[in-house]
């Protein structure tokens, strides 16, 4: 079992709001990953972090924001909550000098904005 | 960049047949192939992994196959129990260095029917 965790499981807020969601890993692994996932269950990579204070946007446009400030913390930040924002979100982390990229996945937060 | 397609999206087995999913990727240079395994209310975990130097990779009941000159790769599941009912993921990846992130495919929701 991975080291990895995210809080809160599940948050329902209104919009407007602004909220944090919390990842961290104990695995020491400089590499970190957002990834938004949508109810057809596809996986859209938001944000990833290289390691401290490395952010870098995903493939999938987000408005939200991350910061990288200690190797095992990568919270993601909405600032105002939008009902579109609604989705399961999950983080991941791996190690970055190895040959093979092996992610370790949180159990995810399931965001609903109302 | 890479571009992983994944098939079918859906798949109902009845308990104790075999299922395969089947995944296709576009970029040559890709040379990391894992399956993730997601069930209900959790994040995706590694089921097993092939890299591009083998043809085939085999742990108890799943088994994945990669052909380097066609770009696919398949799981295999043998002998289906209920507990294999999940969503699984395939990806691929370059090798080690800054932009070896992993690319997902789509997606398949396996069923087995007891």
């Known amino acids: 079992e991975a080291d990895i965790y995210q809080t809160p499981r599940y948050l329902v807020i209104g919009t407007g709001k602004k909220i944090t969601l919390e990842c961290s890993q104990t695995m020491g692994h400089d590499k970190m990953y957002w990834y938004q996932q949508d109810p057809g269950m596809e996986l859209h990579l938001i944000h990833y972090?290289?390691?401290?204070?490395?952010?870098e946007k995903g493939d999938l446009s987000s408005e939200s924001t991350v910061s990288r400030i200690r190797t095992e913390h990568f919270p993601l930040t909405l600032e105002s909550a939008r009902p579109s924002h609604t989705s399961q979100y999950l983080c991941a982390s791996s190690e970055r000098l190895i040959s093979y990229n092996e992610q370790f996945f949180g159990p995810g937060t399931r965001l609903t904005v109302l | 960049g890479e571009n992983v397609e994944q098939h079918p999206s859906t798949l109902s087995v009845q308990e104790g047949d075999s299922a395969v999913i089947k995944c296709t990727y576009s970029?040559?240079?890709?040379?990391?192939f894992p399956w993730y395994k997601q069930e209900l209310g959790k994040g995706p975990q590694l089921i097993i992994d092939?890299?591009?130097?083998?043809g085939e990779k085999k742990d108890q009941r799943i088994a994945v196959t990669l052909n380097k000159t066609a770009k696919h790769f398949s799981l295999h599941i043998t002998e289906t129990q209920p507990e294999d009912s999940a969503v699984y993921f395939c990806a691929a990846s370059k090798p080690s260095g800054e932009a070896n992130n992993l690319f997902f495919g789509t997606g398949t929701r396996l069923t087995v029917i007891p």
């Open positions: 092939i890299r591009s130097n083998v």
């Open positions: 970029d040559s240079a890709s040379n990391y």
């Open positions: 972090s290289y390691g401290v204070n490395s952010t």
